[in-house]
Nanobody
Framework: VQLQASGGGLVQAGGSLRLSCAASISVFGFRAMNWYRQAPGKQREWVAAMTTRGSTNYADSVKGRFTISRDNAKNTVYLHMNSLSPEDTATYYC?????????WGEGTQVTVSS
């Protein structure tokens, strides 16, 4: 199982970005797919999740601003990020729970300037 994250970049505060996580297998094979982030000097934190059935959940810090979605045909999960603030600056990672094992994609950097 391979995960490839992309879509990061530099954006001004208040702007938007869409991150993508392309999986090497059908996303229906995963019990859940998640987005995490890690800011410099901080621990990695969970951001959002989507289960196989499509249920979603979000960290309080991003609720109402971020949306996780998926495109089954493309085996891709997205993280739509709106109203970005400098506090959202971090490396973002996608994660999948597949058959009880954890898989991580390489991070994609998001930098929000004030």
């Amino acid at each position: 199982v391979q995960l490839q994250a992309s879509g990061g970049g530099l954006v001004q505060a208040g702007g938007s970005l869409r991150l993508s996580c392309a999986a090497s297998i059908s996303v229906f094979g995963f019990r859940a797919m998640n987005w995490y982030r890690q800011a410099p000097g901080k621990q990695r934190e969970w951001v959002a999740a989507m289960t196989t059935r499509g249920s979603t959940n979000y960290a309080d810090s991003v609720k109402g601003r971020f949306t996780i979605s998926r495109d089954n045909a493309k085996n891709t999960v997205y993280l739509h990020m709106n109203s970005l603030s400098p506090e959202d600056t971090a490396t973002y990672y996608c994660h999948a729970d597949y058959n009880g094992m954890n898989y991580w994609g390489e991070g994609t950097q998001v930098t929000v300037s004030s």
